[in-house]
């Protein structure tokens, strides 16, 4: 065999590693968009409401595969002017939500939260003083930034339902992926952890 045939043999090789590999990149690029815009969808922070565990800017990605929303978790839902919303879930269906105890802590179930981890360093649980028991299938949702944040309160105050259903979340924000300095896993914070009264 000479030289030439040689060459012409290992070139169709070539060309064909160059198509399958084009093909696996155009099969991950495919996957990628598909996981993205059904499973874990990205969001961007609009306003300062969820200060300081999120900031104006930041970019959330979203588990839309998230099972039963849990007391805790940070939560994209269609907000009540019907675009996508972002907020901290403190009591779920069943729950008694109120503000506040002696101490000007939320409680819920008669359990008081600590919130410390997540609050914003110059705010307070609440203004307003509120009790509501949620009904089952919904959700009481509130900013981490108290005083800049329109949640269940205000709507309460305004003569709407002021919880959310629970099919109207979207997804449980899971991590932090933008700006790189700021990446970070979104964890539920430890007083989530505790039993409350009426839980199974």
Request: proline residues 4%; contains cysteine; negative net charge.
């Amino acid at each position: 065999m000479t030289a030439g045939s040689e060459n012409e043999q290992a070139a169709p090789s070539r060309k064909g590693g160059v198509r399958e590999s084009l093909l696996l990149a155009g099969c991950g690029a495919v996957a990628a968009v598909l996981l993205q815009s059904f499973v874990f969808p990205l969001f961007w922070i609009p306003s300062e409401s969820m200060e300081n565990t999120l900031h104006v800017g930041d970019g959330v990605v979203v588990n839309k595969l998230h099972g039963a929303v849990e007391r805790g978790d940070v939560v994209v839902f269609t907000g009540w002017d019907g675009t996508d919303t972002i907020k901290r879930v403190i009591a779920i269906g069943g729950d008694t939500v109120k503000c506040c105890d002696a101490q000007r802590r939320i409680t819920v179930n008669g359990v008081p939260l600590d919130e410390k981890d997540y609050l914003h360093p110059d705010d307070f649980p609440s203004k307003e003083e509120f009790e509501k028991a949620v009904p089952e299938g919904r959700l009481w949702v509130m900013g981490d930034r108290r005083s800049a944040s329109q949640d269940s309160r205000d709507h309460e105050e305004r003569g709407g339902e002021g919880t959310i259903a629970e099919d109207e979340v979207t997804g449980r924000a899971v991590a932090v992926f933008w700006p790189l300095s700021r990446a970070a896993v979104l964890s539920t914070p430890d007083t989530f952890a505790r039993t409350f009264t009426g839980d199974e």
